[in-house]
């Protein structure tokens, strides 16, 4: 049972511009959430995280919005560079634990 | 900054044999480390924790007999796929949790593929 999704295969942009990606999730116990940048031949590297008593967190061009009513979190990516080419995976747990359930991943293109 | 290593990268086998994977924490210890499973198109499941000097804990649905997992020391875990078949054919992935900058992250490893023959 996925309780992650990422309905967006694949996402297209041209450098400069924003790239929004979404993430749904199911169980209302998780609290923290994670996105996690992939590039090929290499392990997910972490970008950015928040708590569930937060509805925004901003670091540099990336920020992450959560709707815990909706249960939806979303990664902002301004101005999209092309070296943000890669697997975006959103993951989520309880917070204290490090168990993550995933999402499967968008691969974000950015066109020069 | 922190690595996760895991050897093989890729490994090709004939049904019914086994298979081991290391994942290696290389700056620093782990006593915990995570195993997970891609599918092609999935998301990474969760298949076990395994924790440094004792038994391996196996998410539901995961078979331990298996999958063995082995954390003999503080910067090695190995998963064995005993018994291979193609449906065992994935991704396997491995994190480990440390304090290498002072504050406990997670490190991923960059993965190993499995293709069982």
């Known amino acids: 049972d996925q309780q992650v999704k990422q309905n967006s295969p694949s996402l297209s942009v041209q450098e400069g511009r924003i790239s929004i990606l979404n993430c749904d999730y199911t169980?209302?116990?998780?609290?923290?959430f994670l996105w996690y940048k992939k590039y090929p031949a290499e392990g997910p590297t972490f970008l950015i995280s928040i708590s569930s008593i937060k509805d925004k967190n901003e670091d540099g061009r990336f920020t992450v919005f959560l709707n815990k009513s909706a249960k939806h979190l979303s990664l902002h990516i301004v101005p999209s560079q092309p070296g943000d080419s890669a697997v975006y995976f959103c993951a989520a747990s309880v917070s204290g634990d490090y168990k993550l359930s995933f999402g499967a991943g968008t691969t974000v293109t950015v066109r020069a | 900054g922190a690595v996760v290593s895991q050897h093989p990268s890729w490994v090709i086998c004939k049904s019914g044999t086994s298979v081991k994977i290391e994942c290696r924490s290389l700056d620093f210890q782990a006593t915990t480390m995570f195993w997970y499973r891609q599918f092609p198109k999935q998301s990474l499941m969760l298949m076990a924790t395994?924790?440094?000097?004792?038994?391996?804990?196996?998410e539901q649905g995961v078979e331990k007999d298996k999958f063995l997992i082995n954390h003999a020391s503080l910067t090695l875990s190995t998963l064995t796929v005993t018994s291979a078949h193609p449906e065992d054919s994935s991704f396997y992935i491995c994190?480990?949790?440390?304090?290498?900058?002072?504050?406990?992250?997670?490190?991923f490893g960059p993965g190993t593929r499995l293709l069982v023959l």
């Open positions: 169980n209302s116990m998780f609290d923290y």
């Open positions: 994190s480990a949790i440390g304090l290498p900058g002072g504050q406990e992250t997670q490190y």
């Open positions: 395994s924790n440094e000097g004792s038994k391996a804990t196996y």
